[in-house]
């Protein structure tokens, strides 16, 4: 693919600045920016990873729920990001982190927020690839996008997400959020937002005002929007491979990945099972990966179904398999699915909106996405599709990249520098 709690915001704030060397005249104009429903709670200094600071916020505004994790951990907040969530591993979706890089209140320009993706954090994904060892490549980097972009001059920021697969309606209001703290501390009119995979879907949502009832409208606050192996049309991966994605999902099978599953029931050494939080719908009262339900869409006319996957007509299109049964992806479309909206509603025009795909399909340990070019996730079609996007800044197709290195390598970092120029 966390929350952050409410304290005496302007002490906090204050001495935060302060230790920054902003001055008292900033201070006061940056205090008064910050949105009164937000309140900074925590303020981690020297963090490691290339940051100079972690702050944890909390958004009061009534909406955010408590959203659902696996029972089992695996959708847990994990090392650092414990600690900067207050000690919580499941946090409120009210709460981020944002992440300042090195050189933050020093550069020039305008400031550059990085939108992690699922299952990820902003640490491991744009300034420690190497984190985890799973960064794409049998040889991870100990230093990212952050760290390049703060070297070409840019002031780099990035949000960290309470939950790893959460409501990308939720996540597209702290992506605000984020930019509103950014724009105060800085005094930038706007913000260069670069979003990776899933966030896109939450940035795209932001500045598209796609939202829940009680959520805000887009402030018009971005000069540029970048998307990194962006589902921009969608993908339907998790039920086109059904079979071999629950393998690695459902635990009576022996998975564990943190991913949800397209089946509602599967046979595991001989007995039919239930486990209705991996499920990507709705059921039963659990909800576990609202996140990834939004990024559905139907690539089955122009790339078929992985027929070699068992029960792969009813994976896919719905009902009682051999070993597995599920509703099918058309009714998960239905349940929620942000892909048409957000091509519906566009892009503001003046926005300008660059698509960067990658399409190598070599993604280590996992299948692959192998039915038409792809990044081994995401199709290159969904990653350059421009449907609802009003002004296309650029696109560019880096073919010997993975969906995992278009997060950090040279030439993503290359092509991302030259369109925030």
Not at 41 to 56: D, K, Y
Not at 188 to 205: H, I, L, M
Request: glycine letters at 14%; aromatic letters at 10%; hydrophobic letters at 40%.
């Amino acid at each position: 693919m966390r929350h952050p709690l409410r304290s005496v915001f302007t002490t906090l704030l204050a001495g935060a600045l302060l230790a920054l060397g902003l001055a008292p005249a900033q201070q006061a104009a940056a205090a008064a920016a910050v949105p009164g429903y937000l309140t900074q709670e925590a303020v981690f200094a020297s963090p490691g990873n290339g940051w100079a600071q972690v702050e944890r916020y909390l958004d009061s505004t009534s909406g955010f729920t408590q959203e659902q994790y696996p029972s089992d951990g695996r959708g847990d907040q994990d090392g650092a990001r414990v600690g900067y969530f207050g000690g919580v591993k499941r946090p409120f979706s009210g709460r981020f982190l944002l992440y300042s890089a090195q050189g933050w209140n020093t550069a020039a320009g305008t400031p550059v927020l990085l939108v992690h993706g699922a299952n990820d954090n902003a640490d491991r994904a744009w300034a420690n690839p190497g984190e985890t060892g799973s960064c794409g490549a049998s040889t991870c980097p100990s230093t990212g996008m952050a760290q390049a972009l703060a070297a070409a001059g840019h002031r780099v920021f990035a949000i960290g997400f309470a939950h790893k697969q959460g409501d990308n309606l939720m996540q597209a209001q702290t992506v605000g959020d984020a930019v509103a703290v950014i724009k105060a501390r800085t005094g930038a009119a706007q913000v260069d937002v670069v979003a990776w995979s899933k966030g896109e879907v939450a940035a795209r949502s932001y500045v598209s005002s796609v939202k829940p009832s009680w959520g805000r409208a887009y402030a018009g606050d971005v000069r540029r929007l970048v998307t990194l192996g962006g589902p921009n049309g969608g993908l339907d991966y998790t039920y086109a491979h059904g079979w071999a994605f629950s393998l690695a999902t459902w635990p009576a099978c022996g998975g564990t990945a943190n991913a949800p599953s397209p089946h509602l029931y599967m046979t595991c050494y001989g007995t039919y099972t239930s486990q209705p939080c991996l499920g990507v719908l709705p059921t039963g009262g659990y909800d576990c990966f609202p996140g990834q339900r939004q990024l559905l869409a139907r690539w089955d006319g122009p790339y078929g179904v992985d027929g070699s996957m068992q029960d792969w007509w009813t994976t896919y299109y719905g009902g009682q398999g051999f070993y597995t049964s599920g509703q099918g992806i058309q009714a998960a479309i239905d349940a929620g699915s942000l892909i048409k909206p957000l091509q519906q509603a566009g892009t503001p025009a003046a926005v300008p909106t660059y698509l960067l795909a990658g399409g190598s399909a070599d993604i280590p340990g996992i299948l692959n996405e192998n039915r038409g070019a792809s990044d081994g996730l995401v199709f290159t079609a969904s990653a350059l599709d421009t449907t609802g996007i009003r002004t296309l800044g650029g696109t560019a197709l880096l073919s010997g990249l993975n969906h995992m290195e278009l997060a950090w390598s040279a030439a993503a970092v290359t092509q991302v520098t030259a369109w925030l120029a």
